[in-house]
């Protein structure tokens, strides 16, 4: 197993359309995270699965975004109506469940709105 | 709502010499996990160390090792013998323990994090 894994790795895509990005976690791990980081700040916490169940949304930041794993193993991300607010690099990460467990990230998707 | 801070938006450091690089956080839970993650250019993001809030000594892996200061809600990395790999964005980040009780969702709460430069 190579890590966690996202594609496309970088994504420029015009103002309006949709995009929709790829997570692949290591194999055992059971919970996946998304995250966005923009220019100058850390990783901002969007959502989070446990196997199959998306867990928590609230923190997605509009309802343009959805995310889905369907199967308890790979996610997508998709981002509806894109907006140049949008443009950030989305990171993935999964884990175990467990005390101290670590969060294991992907190299993430860098989103370029035009 | 728990935060995490990051002072310092950049640091510099002589190869070979030691750096400390600064966190502070707030929180009114007692129990609860620290990070801090490496985020080279281009490349993901990787553990470096971690502490448990119910320890008190303090984590230590290899060159790198943390001053955690609990009552003060302070955690900070030291960086002993900077290498030129050393050079990279770090982060601070924290996590509750509720997560292991079933009762948060687990993730990591980042600081805007340090970008750390090394001379050679």
């Known amino acids: 197993d190579t890590g966690v894994s996202q594609d496309p790795r970088h994504k420029i895509t015009k103002r309006g359309q949709n995009v929709t990005f790829r997570c692949d976690p290591i194999s055992e791990h059971n919970r996946l995270y998304w995250y966005r980081q923009t220019l100058g700040q850390g990783p901002e916490f969007l959502t989070y699965f446990q196997n199959e169940a998306q867990l928590e949304k609230s923190r997605l930041l509009s309802d343009r975004f959805s995310a889905e794993r369907p199967k308890g193993s790979f996610s997508t991300l998709e981002i509806q109506r894109t907006e140049q607010g949008d443009s950030a690099m989305y990171l993935c990460a999964s884990s175990l469940d467990g005390q101290g467990n670590e969060a294991f990230f992907g190299q993430g998707t860098r989103l370029t709105v035009v | 709502a728990q935060t995490v801070t990051q002072s310092q938006p950049e640091m510099s450091v002589q190869e070979a010499e030691t750096v400390t690089l600064s966190c502070t956080y707030d929180t009114s839970e007692s129990d609860y996990y620290l990070f801090w993650y490496k985020q080279p250019p281009s490349r993901q993001m990787i553990l470096v160390i971690r502490?448990?809030?119910?320890?008190?000594q303090n984590a230590t892996e290899n060159r790198f090792s943390v001053n955690f200061q609990k009552a003060a809600k302070s955690f900070s990395l030291k960086i002993s013998d900077s290498q030129l790999g050393d050079a990279a964005m770090y982060f601070c980040a924290y996590r509750s323990s509720a997560f292991f009780y079933g009762g948060s969702q687990g993730n990591l709460i980042f600081g805007k994090g340090t970008k750390l430069s090394v001379k050679p």
């Open positions: 502490q448990e809030a119910y320890k008190q």
